[in-house]
C-alpha cells in the first residue's frame, strides 16, 4: 500500500517500522513510502500519511459524502466537477492528480446508482 508523505519526509521516527520503499511524487514534496503489508488506520493517522486509494474508491468515498444531495447532482451533473473540488481531500485520501478522472468517475456513480 502506497502513502503520500505530506508533511515530513521520511526518517527515524517519522514513518511506521516496516519492509518499505520510497519514490518521488508529484503531488507529495516529500515523496511516497510504499509499505509491503497495509498500516492500521491509527499508524496512518499518528504518522500523518495519506493513503493513495484507487480512483474508484476515492470517488465512492465522496458519493458518499454527497448524503441525500446526491439526487442534486444526479440532476445537474455539471456541479459535480464543483462539489469535487471542494472535498476531494477531506476523506483524508488521494487517487489522482488529475480532477477531470475523479469527477468522471464521481459521476459515473451517481448516474448509474439512479
Known sequence: MRYGLHY???????????????????????????????????????????????????????????????????AKPDYVSHFVDQFRWDDGVFSTADISELTAEVTRIILDDG
Open 8 to 74: 515530513r519526509p521520511a526518517g527515524v521516527g517519522a514513518v511506521p517500522k516496516g519492509d518499505y520503499t520510497m519514490m518521488d511524487h508529484p503531488h507529495f514534496r516529500h515523496g511516497v513510502i510504499e509499505y509491503t503489508e497495509p498500516l492500521t488506520a491509527e499508524k496512518v493517522h499518528d504518522f500523518q500519511l495519506v493513503p493513495i486509494v484507487p480512483v474508484a474508491e476515492h470517488a465512492a468515498l465522496l458519493v458518499k459524502r454527497m448524503g441525500v444531495r446526491r439526487d442534486k447532482y444526479r
